[in-house]
């Protein structure tokens, strides 16, 4: 017989925080499983994350955190820099909200890696594109597709 989903995830929960590599696990408490669904607008992320959270028992969060729902439009309507930076401090608020729950599992409706994809876009649709984008992307450097060193890793 397999264990349940819910079974699976407990299991590996136990067995990985030991074993945690990120610098950032070995700075601050970290006890929970974290699971990051990332998708296009519209494919079913809000609903896969509010089902699998049910089924683990954990609970579902999204970034930006709700916390900052009143200012996310005015944010969004700057665009550019000032929408970046916006996600991006999202991300780390999302990161300190998930270390103060007391759950043992986390289902997150997309984090960092789309704050990156954002960034990379953005910088993409600039004047200085290519047919297929590709230049633009090989001037952004590698450190815009790199995770953050503080930001805890899923």
């Given at each position: 017989e397999s264990p349940?989903?819910?079974?699976?995830?407990?299991?590996?929960?136990?067995?990985?925080?030991?074993?945690?590599?990120?610098?950032?696990?070995?700075?601050?408490?970290?006890?929970?499983?974290?699971?990051?669904?990332?998708?296009?607008?519209?494919?079913?992320?809000?609903?896969?994350?509010?089902?699998?959270?049910?089924?683990?028992g954990g609970i579902d969060t999204k970034s930006p955190p709700a916390s900052l729902g009143t200012v996310r439009d005015m944010f969004d309507q700057r665009g550019g820099a000032v929408a970046r930076a916006f996600y991006t401090v999202g991300n780390y608020m999302l990161q300190d909200e998930i270390l103060n729950h007391k759950t043992n599992i986390v289902v997150v409706d997309r984090w960092y890696a789309s704050t990156c994809a954002y960034s990379v876009a953005t910088a993409c649709g600039k004047e200085n594109t290519t047919t297929a984008g590709q230049e633009s992307v090989d001037g952004l450097g590698e450190a815009i597709f790199r995770w953050p060193d503080d930001l805890m890793c899923p």
């Amino acid at each position: 017989e397999s264990p349940s989903l819910s079974d699976f995830f407990q299991r590996m929960y136990r067995r990985d925080i030991n074993n945690l590599d990120n610098p950032v696990h070995h700075q601050q408490r970290h006890n929970c499983f974290v699971i990051v669904v990332e998708g296009l607008d519209g494919t079913g992320k809000t609903t896969l994350v509010k089902r699998l959270a049910k089924e683990l028992g954990g609970i579902d969060t999204k970034s930006p955190p709700a916390s900052l729902g009143t200012v996310r439009d005015m944010f969004d309507q700057r665009g550019g820099a000032v929408a970046r930076a916006f996600y991006t401090v999202g991300n780390y608020m999302l990161q300190d909200e998930i270390l103060n729950h007391k759950t043992n599992i986390v289902v997150v409706d997309r984090w960092y890696a789309s704050t990156c994809a954002y960034s990379v876009a953005t910088a993409c649709g600039k004047e200085n594109t290519t047919t297929a984008g590709q230049e633009s992307v090989d001037g952004l450097g590698e450190a815009i597709f790199r995770w953050p060193d503080d930001l805890m890793c899923p």
